[in-house]
């Protein structure tokens, strides 16, 4: 479980979240702000399970990391990299909640329920893009992305 930490301007939450599939290619470990922005903070493990609609399978946050946590300002969108990492024999797929929370209280500014499961083939991996909709109007907020809960069932 990857936790990022970034600094920008805003706080209010106004939609949904979505995850776009970029099959077949490798998620990088970088992180920081976009343009603008700075990253206040390093990567850490753990969660809040405000969302989360079960107990987490470990081995499956095991399989998930998060890189560039970033902000598209034009765009009033929180985007978050994550690389899912099969390495056994066997297809798998892979549910996920990633969470964008405020360090100072660690409320919640938004979610990205991923429950369609991403199928990731034996010995590969797959990257999506997490994202949600969000109007910062306060400066200076530092967030934190967060895959929160992820379970993974062999592939059908």
Same mark, same amino acid.
């Given at each position: 479980m990857a936790v990022v930490f970034v600094a920008l301007t805003g706080a209010r939450r106004s939609g949904g979240g979505s995850c776009d599939n970029d099959s077949g290619s %490798?998620?990088? !470990?970088? !992180?920081?702000? !976009?343009?603008?922005? %700075?990253?206040?903070?390093?990567? %850490?493990?753990?969660?809040?399970? !405000?969302?989360?609609?079960?107990?987490? @399978? /470990? @081995? #499956?946050?095991?399989d998930i990391k998060g890189s560039r946590c970033t902000y598209d300002e034009v765009a009033e969108e929180l985007n978050y990299d994550i690389t899912i990492t099969? %390495?056994? #024999? /066997? #297809?798998? *797929?892979?549910? =996920? =909640?990633? *969470?964008w929370q405020d360090v100072a209280d660690n409320g919640l500014i938004g979610i990205d329920e991923h429950s369609e499961p991403v199928t990731v083939a034996p010995g590969t991996s797959e990257t999506i893009k997490a994202a949600d909709t969000y109007h910062f109007t306060r400066d200076n907020v530092s967030?934190?992305?967060?895959? @929160?809960?992820a379970m993974k069932s062999p592939a059908r």
């Amino acid at each position: 479980m990857a936790v990022v930490f970034v600094a920008l301007t805003g706080a209010r939450r106004s939609g949904g979240g979505s995850c776009d599939n970029d099959s077949g290619s %490798s998620g990088s !470990s970088t !992180s920081g702000g !976009s343009s603008g922005h %700075s990253t206040s903070g390093g990567s %850490s493990s753990g969660g809040l399970s !405000s969302a989360s609609p079960s107990p987490t @399978d /470990q @081995d #499956a946050i095991g399989d998930i990391k998060g890189s560039r946590c970033t902000y598209d300002e034009v765009a009033e969108e929180l985007n978050y990299d994550i690389t899912i990492t099969n %390495s056994s #024999a /066997q #297809a798998y *797929e892979y549910t =996920f =909640f990633v *969470e964008w929370q405020d360090v100072a209280d660690n409320g919640l500014i938004g979610i990205d329920e991923h429950s369609e499961p991403v199928t990731v083939a034996p010995g590969t991996s797959e990257t999506i893009k997490a994202a949600d909709t969000y109007h910062f109007t306060r400066d200076n907020v530092s967030y934190r992305c967060n895959v @929160d809960w992820a379970m993974k069932s062999p592939a059908r």
